[in-house]
């Protein structure tokens, strides 16, 4: 059990001016699931794999379980990490890379099989033990990966997009899976991803990171209903939170699709009330998805499939959004601004 | 095409103009010089090769008398020839051992990043571009009996000379490299080594940078040191690609006459002869025909096993 801190981490890499983790502060709880959230190029590997020990940061200092560890290599850091292409050892047995930890750290050999069974029982891997990497499917391969990190008992858990590489059927129990082992040997855990489902799914906190900055870091809910700027408000939520100019403040109005129903199905008291011009529908099953403009600006509208949509594409209809699901951010800058009414 | 040409056009041509178009036709057709070439190349002379062994041929008669395996009889009673096949299988050995050690070293040192990297991998690359020949001269031209400059080193350094602390041998002002057996047998075993080292750790190298950042990542978090990856992880995952190597440097060194041609034409008595360069003695320079047949096929079981080992290494590398 360990809290993972880090203080004004800074990575450049040679020859490149920009910073691929610039100056990030954040600390997890002891025993949480903290996962770094964002596009690909933000940073969130770097940052993952100089808190591992694999990169040396430019600058700033890392702290696990109190201890500064900056310039401790990974062995002597007490974690554990799982790759996205998991990294087994092509010609060792399940068994050996499960052992491998264990023998680096000379435990004795009694004790290794000992901590090897118990490691395969919690992942269901026992009458896997024997085979070689290239003789499992994905979603095997990822729990052999998950019990070598196991086994050694560390302080902290990183995990580099360990999903990636499964189908999308397999990534949804695998995500289950996951979270209830995590939940069970209660280690910190930091968990690398793009995939914004993983993200909302998995994570007791989320950090939303772009461009070597943190953008945004809480709970899923909060992420998803209370954007930090127009940068998380439209990377989380598919599809992304509705932006609209506020011409009479020189603001940006959000609002998720969700949220933006026809006018008649809502008060005109408390409702910012829009023109929606529809281009068209799409049908995804469960639900449907209208796309349109509010002036200049693009729009997208969802309607569960439950409820009758009331407009056709090439028409224009009045919609609303409740003012309390309404954020308002500045459009130079795209950071939120406090609350207040909409005229 | 456009919509309102008529399909007649189609039917008109002759189909014979879409032959090449054909597997059937057109691969036989692309195999056919690799054909005609080992047949021309390496079969009629291997033919050749066994019926000379079994004749009485010479330079002077041509004609094949059948012998049966006298020729094989005469060579395995010859000294010299179980001095050269000795000498063959030693050199092959060790060298190829010393180039495994080297090479591994090498590919290590060489995969790390430092300045200049570039300009020592290509000295490091040069005697394998070196023309055999070229580089042998070289090498003679270095461990010259009066001229040597490695000579010039060693007496400077206070080794050779009257007073030598390295014996007796070394008190001359000239260490003599190719008049004494031991050293001239050195001298090829060097050579050897010096020829082969840089492909096989160019082949290493390739190997080295083949295994996966991520699995030398886990096994640095996983806790081991570099020794311990060395000796649990990159020398076993290594293992295929160096068996290429050393297949190759066998097949190299086994082989070789140029070297000891030029270095040391086989002297001083013999000592360094191989059995291709002996078979050329005996067989080109002796005039004997059948002999010099018979022992170069003595190198020829052990050709056929490497050559069925790399094709085992070839299906397995397309099986995994």
């Given at each position: 059990?360990?809290?993972?801190?880090?203080?004004?981490?800074?990575?450049?890499?040679?020859?490149?001016?920009?910073?691929?983790?610039?100056?990030?502060?954040?600390?997890?709880?002891?025993?949480?699931?903290?996962?770094?959230?964002?596009?690909?190029?933000?940073?969130?590997?770097?940052?993952?794999?100089?808190?591992?020990?694999?990169?040396?940061?430019?600058?700033?200092?890392?702290?696990?379980?109190?201890?500064?560890?900056?310039?401790?290599?990974?062995?002597?850091?007490?974690?554990?990490?799982?790759?996205?292409?998991?990294?087994?050892?092509?010609?060792?047995?399940?068994?050996?890379?499960?052992?491998?930890?264990?023998?680096?750290?000379?435990?004795?050999?009694?004790?290794?099989?000992?901590?090897?069974?118990?490691?395969?029982?919690?992942?269901?891997?026992?009458?896997?033990?024997?085979?070689?990497p290239r003789q499992l499917s994905g979603g095997q391969r990822q729990r052999v990966a998950l019990a070598r990190a196991l086994v050694r008992e560390p302080n902290v858990f990183l995990l580099d997009e360990p999903l990636s590489n499964l189908d999308a059927q397999r990534r949804a129990s695998a995500r289950d899976e996951l979270q209830q082992f995590q939940r069970r040997v209660a280690t910190t855990?930091?968990?690398?991803?793009?995939?914004?489902?993983?993200?909302?799914?998995?994570?007791?906190?989320?950090?939303?990171?772009?461009?070597?900055?943190?953008?945004?870091?809480?709970?899923?809910?909060?992420?998803?209903?209370?954007?930090?700027?127009?940068?998380?408000?439209?990377?989380?939520?598919?599809?992304?939170?509705?932006?609209?100019?506020?011409?009479?403040?020189?603001?940006?109005?959000?609002?998720?699709?969700?949220?933006?129903?026809?006018?008649?199905?809502?008060?005109?008291?408390?409702?910012?009330?829009?023109?929606?011009?529809?281009?068209?529908?799409?049908?995804?099953?469960?639900?449907?998805?209208?796309?349109?403009?509010?002036?200049?600006?693009?729009?997208?509208?969802?309607?569960?499939?439950?409820?009758?949509?009331?407009?056709?594409?090439?028409?224009?209809?009045?919609?609303?959004?409740?003012?309390?699901?309404?954020?308002?951010?500045?459009?130079?800058?795209?950071?939120?601004?406090?609350?207040?009414?909409?005229? | 095409?456009?919509?309102?040409?008529?399909?007649?056009?189609?039917?008109?041509?002759?189909?014979?103009?879409?032959?090449?178009?054909?597997?059937?036709?057109?691969?036989?057709?692309?195999?056919?010089?690799?054909?005609?070439?080992?047949?021309?190349?390496?079969?009629?002379?291997?033919?050749?090769?066994?019926?000379?062994?079994?004749?009485?041929?010479?330079?002077?008669?041509?004609?094949?008398?059948?012998?049966?395996?006298?020729?094989?009889?005469?060579?395995?009673?010859?000294?010299?020839?179980?001095?050269?096949?000795?000498?063959?299988?030693?050199?092959?050995?060790?060298?190829?051992?010393?180039?495994?050690?080297?090479?591994?070293?090498?590919?290590?040192?060489?995969?790390?990043?430092?300045?200049?990297?570039?300009?020592?991998?290509?000295?490091?690359?040069?005697?394998?571009?070196?023309?055999?020949?070229?580089?042998?001269?070289?090498?003679?031209?270095?461990?010259?009996?009066?001229?040597?400059?490695?000579?010039?080193?060693?007496?400077?350094?206070?080794?050779?000379?009257?007073?030598?602390?390295?014996?007796?041998?070394?008190?001359?002002?000239?260490?003599?490299?190719?008049?004494?057996?031991?050293?001239?047998?050195?001298?090829?075993?060097?050579?050897?080594?010096?020829?082969?080292?840089?492909?096989?750790?160019?082949?290493?190298?390739?190997?080295?940078?083949?295994?996966?950042?991520?699995?030398?990542?886990?096994?640095?978090?996983?806790?081991?040191?570099?020794?311990?990856?060395?000796?649990?992880?990159?020398?076993?995952?290594?293992?295929?690609?160096?068996?290429?190597?050393?297949?190759?440097?066998?097949?190299?060194?086994?082989?070789?006459?140029?070297?000891?041609?030029?270095?040391?034409?086989?002297?001083?008595?013999?000592?360094?002869?191989?059995?291709?360069?002996?078979?050329?003695?005996?067989?080109?320079?002796?005039?004997?025909?059948?002999?010099?047949?018979?022992?170069?096929?003595?190198?020829?079981?052990?050709?056929?096993?490497?050559?069925?080992?790399?094709?085992?290494?070839?299906?397995?590398?397309?099986?995994v």
């Amino acid at each position: 059990m360990a809290v993972v801190e880090v203080r004004g981490l800074t990575k450049r890499f040679d020859g490149t001016g920009a910073a691929a983790v610039d100056g990030i502060d954040i600390a997890s709880r002891d025993g949480e699931f903290l996962v770094l959230l964002g596009p690909s190029g933000c940073g969130k590997t770097t940052l993952l794999r100089m808190i591992g020990g694999l990169e040396p940061p430019t600058a700033g200092d890392i702290l696990i379980g109190g201890r500064v560890v900056t310039d401790l290599p990974p062995r002597a850091r007490q974690i554990a990490m799982v790759f996205q292409s998991y990294a087994l050892y092509p010609h060792m047995s399940v068994k050996d890379n499960i052992a491998f930890p264990l023998k680096a750290a000379n435990m004795p050999k009694a004790a290794q099989q000992e901590r090897i069974a118990w490691a395969a029982g919690i992942l269901g891997i026992d009458h896997l033990l024997g085979r070689k990497p290239r003789q499992l499917s994905g979603g095997q391969r990822q729990r052999v990966a998950l019990a070598r990190a196991l086994v050694r008992e560390p302080n902290v858990f990183l995990l580099d997009e360990p999903l990636s590489n499964l189908d999308a059927q397999r990534r949804a129990s695998a995500r289950d899976e996951l979270q209830q082992f995590q939940r069970r040997v209660a280690t910190t855990t930091i968990y690398v991803t793009h995939d914004q489902v993983e993200a909302m799914g998995m994570g007791d906190r989320i950090a939303v990171m772009e461009q070597g900055h943190i953008r945004q870091l809480g709970p899923p809910q909060e992420i998803y209903d209370e954007p930090a700027d127009t940068f998380v408000a439209t990377f989380v939520g598919s599809p992304p939170m509705n932006l609209v100019p506020d011409p009479a403040a020189g603001d940006l109005l959000g609002f998720r699709p969700e949220h933006f129903q026809p006018a008649a199905a809502d008060g005109v008291n408390g409702a910012a009330r829009f023109p929606f011009h529809v281009h068209r529908m799409e049908y995804l099953g469960a639900e449907r998805l209208l796309y349109g403009e509010v002036g200049e600006a693009k729009v997208i509208a969802r309607f569960p499939v439950t409820v009758p949509i009331p407009v056709e594409p090439g028409a224009t209809a009045e919609f609303a959004v409740p003012l309390r699901h309404l954020k308002r951010f500045d459009a130079k800058t795209g950071l939120r601004r406090p609350a207040r009414s909409v005229s | 095409m456009t919509a309102g040409t008529p399909a007649v056009d189609l039917v008109e041509q002759r189909p014979s103009r879409y032959l090449l178009d054909r597997a059937g036709v057109l691969g036989p057709l692309l195999l056919l010089p690799t054909v005609v070439y080992i047949v021309a190349l390496v079969g009629v002379p291997l033919v050749l090769a066994i019926l000379y062994s079994l004749s009485d041929v010479t330079v002077g008669d041509q004609s094949l008398d059948f012998v049966g395996l006298r020729n094989f009889g005469d060579a395995i009673g010859n000294a010299t020839f179980r001095q050269a096949l000795r000498n063959t299988f030693v050199f092959t050995l060790v060298s190829q051992v010393a180039v495994l050690v080297l090479a591994n070293i090498l590919a290590l040192v060489l995969s790390a990043d430092f300045k200049g990297k570039r300009l020592v991998r290509f000295l490091v690359l040069l005697p394998w571009t070196t023309p055999i020949a070229l580089g042998a001269l070289g090498w003679l031209w270095t461990l010259d009996n009066v001229y040597s400059p490695i000579d010039f080193v060693l007496r400077r350094l206070g080794l050779l000379g009257i007073g030598s602390p390295l014996g007796q041998r070394w008190e001359g002002t000239n260490a003599l490299w190719l008049a004494w057996p031991d050293l001239a047998q050195l001298t090829v075993l060097t050579v050897h080594v010096w020829r082969t080292l840089p492909l096989a750790t160019v082949i290493l190298l390739a190997g080295l940078t083949a295994i996966p950042q991520d699995v030398k990542d886990a096994a640095n978090v996983d806790g081991a040191g570099f020794f311990r990856q060395l000796v649990w992880i990159r020398i076993p995952l290594l293992l295929p690609i160096m068996a290429v190597a050393v297949l190759y440097g066998i097949v190299f060194t086994f082989t070789d006459m140029t070297v000891v041609f030029i270095v040391t034409r086989g002297g001083p008595v013999d000592s360094t002869q191989v059995l291709a360069s002996w078979a050329y003695f005996r067989g080109i320079e002796g005039g004997s025909l059948g002999q010099g047949a018979a022992i170069a096929l003595f190198l020829f079981p052990v050709l056929v096993g490497v050559a069925a080992m790399m094709l085992r290494l070839a299906r397995r590398t397309e099986t995994v």
